[in-house]
């Protein structure tokens, strides 16, 4: 079995990875150079090209690949051309295809308000507006039967428009995050946030409950991590106490399960009923914009709740999030493809 990932993502090449430790040929193709921590097996450097030397590079790679792959798993929605139109190709050839949508791909406003929770928030532009996702979804399904999502949030957006829909949730390669406990002497922990996106986590929440905080006279640190690579930020991440990711979309993502695999207390919005679908003895921290402030307090007034929580934490990633267990996962999934 020959699977070709594309066109970008770290998770993409994490599972590559993965893959290939219980004996898939994965391989990992990004179109463009992206400044990631973990480089791709291939990248065609398409932002080196002008407008029709790109396309010919897409139909060229696209003819390299039908040559060399059984299976094209295709990240974010996104395939060879943007028009889609390598489906049909693909199919023509008895290729087996599979997409995986990421977050923000699919996630429209109207179907994430439909749960109650009147915080969240999606992320904004001509590619975010809900017919273009509805119809781009339209197209992949016509000739993609299965799509991979990592939780049931994710899975609300895609509902009745693949024939099946299969869960697999993050990989996380526990040899890169060795962790480091709080230490229950610390009584001014250290609290660190990282957003991607300012609007998109709540931001502006956490930082208003910092400052709430800090006039109250409650001892502690605060770190906001932006701008820096990858391996600098999981220095930062090590030296916390607390990890805040998000206070809004109800789900959690990559950035809480490295913060858990580092073995810390990791606070973020989880929708009540999204929490039971989880696997069992989740020990994430939820918090809103309304209850931020008295969780952190909480936390920061609880040495001992902040390294139980964060070995717990370690603990989960390791039962269930695991990239080599999940990776045997991912090989079933591909054994199902028609």
């Not at 915080?119 to 904004?124: A, Q």
């Not at 975010?128 to 509805?134: A, L, M």
């Not at 695999?261 to 009923?273: E, Q, T």
Request: proline residues 4%.
């Amino acid at each position: 079995m020959r699977v070709l990932h594309l066109p970008v993502g770290r998770q993409m090449i994490e599972m590559c990875s993965a893959l290939r430790q219980i004996g898939v040929d994965a391989t990992s193709c990004h179109f463009r150079e992206r400044s990631v921590p973990l480089k791709p097996d291939l990248c065609l450097h398409l932002e080196r090209l002008n407008g029709e030397e790109r396309k010919k590079r897409r139909e060229e790679f696209l003819e390299e690949a039908i040559e060399r792959y059984d299976v094209f798993h295709f990240h974010f929605g996104e395939t060879f051309f943007r028009d889609r139109s390598d489906l049909a190709i693909l199919k023509k050839h008895g290729k087996k295809l599979v997409v995986q949508h990421r977050g923000s791909d699919v996630r429209m406003l109207s179907v994430a308000r439909t749960a109650g929770n009147p915080h969240v928030r999606v992320k904004e532009g001509e590619r975010r507006e809900e017919r273009q996702i509805r119809r781009k979804l339209s197209v992949l399904s016509a000739y993609i039967d299965h799509a991979i999502v990592a939780d049931h949030e994710l899975r609300s957006y895609i509902r009745g428009f693949y024939k099946k829909i299969h869960l697999l949730r993050q990989f996380v390669t526990l040899g890169k995050f060795k962790p480091s406990y709080p230490s229950e002497q610390n009584r001014k922990p250290l609290i660190v946030h990282a957003p991607t996106n300012t609007y998109l986590k709540g931001t502006e929440y956490v930082q208003s409950a910092i400052d709430r905080l800090s006039r109250k006279g409650i001892p502690f640190e605060y770190r906001q991590i932006e701008r820096m690579t990858h391996e600098e930020a999981i220095r930062c991440y090590r030296q916390a106490d607390i990890v805040i990711d998000q206070l809004l979309q109800g789900s959690f993502g990559v950035f809480s399960l490295e913060g858990m695999a580092l073995g810390k207390p990791v606070v973020c919005h989880i929708r009540d009923d999204l929490r039971k679908t989880y696997p069992p003895g989740l020990p994430i921290v939820s918090a809103d914009p309304d209850t931020c402030y008295d969780t952190l307090k909480r936390l920061i007034r609880n040495p001992k709740a902040r390294r139980r929580i964060g070995q717990e934490s370690r603990e989960y990633v390791e039962k269930y999030y695991d990239s080599r267990k999940l990776a045997e996962e991912l090989k079933q999934i591909y054994l199902k493809l028609s």
